[in-house]
């Protein structure tokens, strides 16, 4: 990331960060609202075909994208 980008924050410091790590040390217990979309990913996956297949994950920025995809990669189903 560029700094002064949108997606970069300085700190005290001087050095920069991206607000959107702080995403990957949610505990799951504080996310609501993603139930739905995590069983339907699930579904994609554990029913689909049996080559390797990519599923995108899209949408605007702060939406959850990287949330959902971190639910999904951390259960143990």
Do not use: H
Not at 6 to 19: F, K, L, V
Not at 34 to 54: C, D, I, K, Q, Y
């Amino acid at each position: 990331m560029e700094p002064g980008s949108s997606s970069t924050r300085e700190t005290e410091n001087g050095r920069w960060r991206d607000p959107r790590l702080a995403a990957l040390f949610v505990e799951e217990t504080e996310i609501v609202g993603f139930e739905g979309p995590r069983e339907e990913l699930f579904g994609w996956l554990l029913e689909g075909e049996s080559e390797r297949t990519m599923i995108s994950v899209v949408g605007m920025g702060g939406i959850g994208k990287t949330t959902l995809a971190k639910l999904v990669f951390d259960c143990q189903k």
